[in-house]
Each structure stands twice: as structure tokens, then as C-alpha cells.
């Protein structure tokens, strides 16, 4: 019967695993050291040498544009993050959207959609029609000449809504709103380009002012004098104050239709 012998490895068996494994932790570690001088020598004979800023727009400041950029514009041309670069100057006031393109050899295109703007907001903001609220640029622009409307935040368009629909009544009647707003209580106050002040109060603006144009040829038929302000908070009726009255009404009651209690 024959014997079984077992072979015992050498010492060199043994260290040959070793030494293999030895070599391929230095070559990891040479890969990546060559791989980081690569990639400096690269973004080094690579930069983004100009940004082509395309797209007309008025209240977008250059100097914003350039801050944001400065700010992603460390990596190569081809490294650069475009993501990163549209998210950065997105963020920059009056931008609605932004497209960012690579051309070669060394240009990045930043193709921007500016806001546009629908009417004043508030006291220095201004608003899109879509209700996006934004700063005014420094320059202001004449924007002045545009409708005025405030709100509690998130009723921005409800507001626009409301202008629109009220333009297209009073537009009807030679006049034009130049103002309305709607407060943290949920009234509305409207100002016409006549000068003419009207309170709504908590109810429809559109009932009421359809309510108010039936009422006014027959207030015109007794009251030559223009007319201030209009209250129709009450639940039947109306009040009215004049610019001016004559001497022989000066003992009467002021102008005011209805003295009912308001509602709103």
C-alpha cells in the first residue's frame, strides 16, 4: 500500500503571493498619483478662457453674473460642471432660466431668460405675470409707469387675476386701475386713473364694480362734482365722498349715500 506524503511549501512559494501583492498596492498608488498630475496638468492647459453670455434683457446686472460665476468657473473646460454653473446663476435676481452650453476649445455659453416684469409689487419689488416676485434693478427703468399691486405672500397671482379682470371693466369705460390691493385681511382696495378710490372690502371686486358702472348714470344725474372715493362695504348700498362740493350743499350729508353698517 502506498504512503501519502505531503509537500510543504518553501519559503519562496510563500513570498511570491506577497511580492505580487506588494507590486499592486504600488501600482494603485502610482496610477493615482500620475492620474492627480494628469488631471492638474490638464485643467492647467484647459481653462475656461471666456463665458459668451447670450440673450437680451434689461434688468439682469452684468456684475451679478460675474460674481456667480466666479464662484464654479476652478474646474477645466471639459470638467466644469454645467449643472453646477446653471444652479449658481439661477439664483441670480431677475434670471428665469439659464441654459449652459460647452464651445469648444475654451468658451462656456450662458444662453439666460430674463423675468419680465407685469406691475409694480409692494413698495420696491416688482412682479411677473406668471406671480413670480423679484427686486427692482437699481436702475429702476422707468418702471414706474406700471400697474401697482401688493398682497399677502402667496396670493400673488389671485391679485394679477383680479387687476385683469377689473381692467377690462373699467377699460370699458374710458378709465384704467393703477392700483389694487389686497390686504392681510382679505380686502381689497382699488385706485383708477381718474383718481377714483374704491373699497371693496371682503367681497367679489367683480360684483361690486358691476354693481357700482349700473349705479353710475344715475349718480350723474344728480351730482356734477367728481368723485373722490367710493365705499361699497355695505350690504345695500353705497358711499361716496366728493372732491369738492358746491356752497348750496355744504349743510347736506357729505356725500354719503348710505350709512348702513359695513361689512368688511
Not at 60 to 87: C, M, N, R, W, Y
Not at 94 to 113: H, M, N, Q, Y
Not at 242 to 251: E, G, H, N
Amino acid at each position: 500500500m502506498a504512503r501519502l506524503r505531503t509537500r510543504q511549501p518553501k519559503p519562496r512559494d510563500r513570498l511570491i503571493p506577497r511580492l505580487l501583492v506588494v507590486m499592486g498596492l504600488f501600482l494603485v498608488i502610482g496610477l493615482y498619483v500620475v492620474r492627480d498630475g494628469v488631471v492638474v496638468c490638464f485643467e492647467r492647459l484647459t481653462p475656461v478662457r471666456y463665458v459668451r453670455i447670450e440673450g437680451p434683457f434689461d434688468g439682469i446686472e452684468p456684475g451679478q453674473i460675474e460674481g456667480a460665476l466666479q464662484k464654479v468657473l476652478h474646474a477645466s473646460f471639459l470638467t466644469v460642471d454645467l449643472q453646477q454653473v446653471e444652479t449658481v446663476v439661477r439664483g441670480v435676481p431677475w434670471v428665469r432660466s439659464v441654459k449652459v452650453s460647452r464651445v469648444w476649445p475654451d468658451t462656456l455659453a450662458v444662453e439666460l431668460e430674463e423675468l419680465q416684469p407685469y406691475a409694480r409689487w409692494g413698495h420696491d419689488r416688482l412682479v411677473a405675470a406668471t406671480g413670480e416676485v423679484f427686486d427692482r434693478p437699481s436702475s429702476h427703468l422707468g418702471f414706474d409707469s406700471l400697474v401697482l399691486l401688493d398682497g399677502p405672500l402667496g396670493r400673488e397671482q389671485e391679485v394679477i387675476a383680479m387687476q385683469q379682470e377689473l381692467e377690462q371693466r373699467f377699460a370699458a369705460r374710458g378709465d384704467h386701475l393703477v392700483a389694487l390691493t389686497l390686504s392681510g385681511r382679505l380686502a381689497w382696495t382699488a385706485t383708477l386713473e381718474s383718481g377714483l378710490e374704491i373699497r371693496y372690502g371682503s367681497q367679489n371686486p367683480m360684483a361690486a364694480t358691476d354693481r357700482l358702472l349700473s349705479l353710475l348714470p344715475k349718480i350723474a344725474e344728480n351730482r356734477d362734482q367728481i368723485m373722490a372715493s367710493v365705499d361699497l362695504r355695505y350690504p345695500r348700498g353705497l358711499a361716496i365722498s366728493w372732491k369738492s362740493l358746491p356752497p348750496a350743499d355744504s349743510k347736506g350729508p357729505k356725500g354719503k349715500l348710505q350709512t348702513e353698517p359695513k361689512n368688511g
